[in-house]
Nanobody
């Protein structure tokens, strides 16, 4: 059974930094893409950043220049370095992995999330 487990969330002051980590286990394949999403209370889940197996990245406009996504394919991990955090970044952050199998079926996997709260 594939599992994604996030860590690194917490309470931070505005302007501070946090690093989220996600460890995958149980997969006998390499994810085609891994990503971080977030969901604030009363809002829809949104993509924060995505990284392909080759290292190509995309970011939400709201985090460009502040957040950096990285992955270690050998360790089956994906990290999100978050700098210059502001209260609008407060949300539950979810790790996501996507794998397209040999039948071209897209398989999506989610972690349970980790809470990030930015407040003074």
């Amino acid at each position: 059974q594939v599992q994604l487990v996030e860590s690194g969330g917490g309470l931070v002051q505005p302007g501070g930094s946090l690093r989220l980590s996600c460890a995958a286990s149980g997969n006998r394949f390499s994810f085609d893409a891994m990503a971080w999403y977030r969901q604030a209370p009363g809002k829809q889940r949104e993509l924060v950043a995505r990284i392909s197996s080759s290292g190509t990245t995309i970011y939400a406009d709201s985090v460009k220049g502040r957040f950096t996504i990285s992955r270690d394919n050998a360790k089956n991990t994906v990290d999100l370095q978050m700098n210059t955090l502001n209260p609008e970044d407060t949300a539950r952050y979810y790790c996501h992995g996507r794998w397209i199998d040999y039948k071209s079926v897209e398989n999506n996997y989610w972690g349970r999330g980790t809470q990030v709260t930015v407040s003074s």
